[in-house]
Nanobody, 125 residues
């Protein structure tokens, strides 16, 4: 499975961005998709996750109500809509493939098999 993340950029606090993660390869829909982020000097942390075909969604507490993740099966693409962005959201954002469509341990980065290259999101105050 190959993952290509895009959509990062510079935005002012309160603004919005939509990240995309295009998946390709064998049986991509057997995987769940997660979003993680890593800020400078910090560990990688879970942000959101979703299964294909309208599966359950999961969010880290600090992004609940602001971020929404969804999947487009026709395009094999997962999105992360980020609204009301804050400077503390600044990080490199990664998408990753979880080995089953049901994401039982969605917060554990080591459970994910494949990772995209990351896209930088910078939120200015």
């Amino acid at each position: 499975v190959q993952l290509q993340a895009s959509g990062g950029g510079l935005v002012q606090a309160g603004g919005s961005l939509r990240l995309s993660c295009a998946a390709s390869g064998r049986a991509v829909r057997r995987y769940g998709l997660g979003w993680f982020r890593q800020a400078p000097g910090k560990e990688r942390e879970f942000v959101a996750a979703v299964g294909w075909s309208g599966g359950a969604t999961y969010y880290e507490d600090s992004v609940k109500g602001r971020f929404t993740t969804s999947s487009d099966n026709a395009k094999n693409t997962v999105y992360l809509q980020m609204n009301s962005l804050k400077p503390e959201d600044t990080a490199v954002y990664y998408c990753a493939a979880y080995p089953t469509p049901v994401i039982d341990y969605y917060w554990r980065a080591y459970e994910y098999d494949y990772w995209g290259q990351g896209t930088l999101v910078t939120v200015s105050s």
